[in-house]
Nanobody, 127 residues
């Protein structure tokens, strides 16, 4: 059974930073495309960042340049750091795991809702 458990959310002040962690089952962590998505109130779920087994990463334009996705192989964890937060970053953040694909990051697969999901964690950016 695949498990994805997010941690690290909460209330953050504007201009601050967040660090989210996703503890993943060993069965998916090493080979799958691991990603973070978010869903703001009244909006569709969107990709924030993803990282493939080989290290290829993609980022949403909204967080590019101020976010980093990485993997801690010793702990089977996927980490997301985002800086310079604004209220626009307020959302429920979800961890996702997709089976590997031969198609590159420009394919729709990387941005799709396919795969396994964590339960989500709230991040609120507010003063």
């Amino acid at each position: 059974q695949v498990q994805l458990v997010e941690s690290g959310g909460g209330l953050v002040q504007p201009g601050g930073s967040l660090r989210l962690s996703c503890a993943a089952s060993e069965s998916v962590f090493s080979a799958f495309i691991m990603g973070w998505y978010r869903q703001a109130p009244g909006k569709e779920r969107e990709l924030v960042a993803s990282i493939a087994a080989g290290g290829t990463t993609i980022y949403a334009d909204s967080v590019k340049g101020r976010s980093t996705i990485s993997k801690d192989n010793s702990k089977n964890m996927v980490l997301l750091q985002v800086t310079s937060l604004s209220p626009n970053d307020t959302a429920v953040y979800y961890c996702n795991a997709k089976p590997p694909t031969p198609f590159g990051p420009s394919s729709g697969y990387w941005h799709s809702s396919y795969g396994y999901w964590g339960q989500g964690i709230q991040v609120t950016v507010s003063s």
